[in-house]
């Protein structure tokens, strides 16, 4: 099956395209890691994750129907050529909403956090664009309906429908209706990420391309799976409990070992640059001095800081320029 057939499924009738106002959807850091893809047409994952959304980081979209042949993207205040990836990402999405249809868009979107810089923010621009033109189509989608849609323009996305901590179930139907996220109902106050920004520019291997090069040729990548789902038990674990020292220490452990399969892939996929890892062995250097804080990567050079507000002056004293989000609230 491909992405046209399965949306053929689950769209109804969409009615003629109206302007929208701005759709938002936040940003999300994967404490469980989703790295491989048993259906690569259809997003499917080898393994579930879990995320923790950043509040209001993300992204905003608004669509409008417009005359013409093609459609108008436009990025962060500027007009993109057609030709530009980003560009065709967001119109061959929008081509599966329009199948029996040749109404063009203009579309709109805003990013806070860096763009393809591993911040996620296709994460949050697939998901802002599956609300918009629910929105605009009048499709009256359920939001694990829009999490699936949203899932076929960037795995991640799926998570972004939602707040809070969300979890993407895997599933295991080959027609992918049954891998969608769904979000979990408990929430954290006190817990604080803290963005380390080391590089903001593109990434030079996107993550589409660098999941492939390691399921095709990292041997060590056959423990991933069990690895991924022990440590999505641990962190059930660890939100009922609050235990954040179980929360931290996974989440770390999780995203060194998905950057395990990938240096081992080969060619090697090295997505750290040494602020990266000066940034690491700082971190552990501050936990051996008795400061509880961890950190998880995604597919980038940027770091993601798990600490307790309780310790945030202190953590500010060690990382001045860091980026504070609280995802709960205080």
């Given at each position: 099956m491909d992405k046209f057939e399965l949306v053929n499924r689950v769209l109804p009738q969409p009615q003629a395209a109206e302007a929208t106002d701005e759709h938002f959807a936040p940003s999300n850091i994967a404490l469980c890691k989703y790295w491989g893809k048993r259906d690569s047409e259809l997003n499917l994952p080898i393994n579930p994750s879990l995320s923790v959304s950043l509040a209001h980081l993300g992204t905003r979209t608004r669509v409008e129907p417009i005359e013409g042949p093609a459609d108008d993207v436009w990025l962060n205040g500027l007009q993109l050529r057609a030709d530009t990836l980003f560009a065709k990402?967001?119109?061959?999405?929008?081509?599966?909403?329009?199948?029996?249809?040749?109404?063009?868009?203009?579309?709109?979107?805003?990013?806070?956090?860096?763009?393809?810089?591993?911040?996620?923010?296709?994460?949050?621009g697939f998901a802002a664009l599956t609300l918009a033109l629910n929105d605009s189509l009048k499709l009256g989608l359920e939001s694990s309906a829009l999490s699936m849609l949203a899932r076929l323009?960037?795995?991640?996305?799926?998570?972004?429908?939602?707040?809070?901590?969300?979890?993407?179930?895997?599933?295991?139907?080959?027609?992918?209706?049954?891998?969608?996220?769904?979000?979990?109902?408990?929430?954290?106050?006190?817990?604080?990420?803290?963005?380390?920004?080391?590089?903001?520019?593109?990434?030079?291997?996107?993550?589409?391309?660098?999941?492939?090069?390691?399921?095709?040729?990292?041997?060590?990548?056959?423990?991933?799976?069990?690895?991924?789902?022990?440590?999505?038990?641990?962190?059930?674990?660890?939100?009922?409990?609050?235990?954040?020292?179980?929360?931290?220490?996974?989440?770390?452990?999780?995203?060194?070992?998905?950057?395990?399969?990938?240096?081992?892939?080969?060619?090697?996929?090295?997505?750290?640059?040494?602020?990266?890892?000066?940034?690491?062995?700082?971190?552990?250097?501050?936990?051996?001095?008795?400061l509880e804080i961890y950190f998880t990567m995604d597919a980038g050079p940027n770091l993601k800081l798990l600490f307790q507000q309780q310790d945030a002056t202190e953590v500010l004293a060690h990382f001045p320029d860091l980026e504070i989000v609280l995802p709960f609230g205080s």
């Open positions: 990402r967001l119109s061959g999405f929008i081509d599966l909403f329009r199948q029996t249809s040749h109404q063009a868009f203009r579309i709109e979107t805003r990013n806070n956090i860096p763009t393809a810089a591993g911040l996620a923010s296709s994460a949050s323009g960037s795995g991640s996305a799926c998570r972004s429908i939602y707040e809070g901590f969300v979890e993407w179930h895997m599933g295991h139907r080959d027609d992918g209706a049954d891998s969608h996220a769904h979000p979990i109902d408990r929430r954290w106050e006190g817990l604080a990420i803290g963005l380390i920004k080391v590089d903001e520019g593109v990434k030079s291997v996107d993550s589409r391309s660098g999941m492939a090069r390691t399921v095709e040729s990292c041997h060590l990548y056959q423990s991933w799976p069990l690895q991924a789902n022990t440590d999505l038990m641990k962190l059930h674990q660890a939100i009922e409990s609050q235990d954040f020292t179980l929360l931290g220490s996974t989440a770390e452990q999780n995203a060194l070992s998905m950057h395990a399969t990938m240096i081992a892939s080969w060619p090697p996929l090295v997505y750290w640059q040494p602020d990266s890892l000066a940034a690491m062995q700082k971190i552990w250097a501050l936990r051996q001095q008795g």
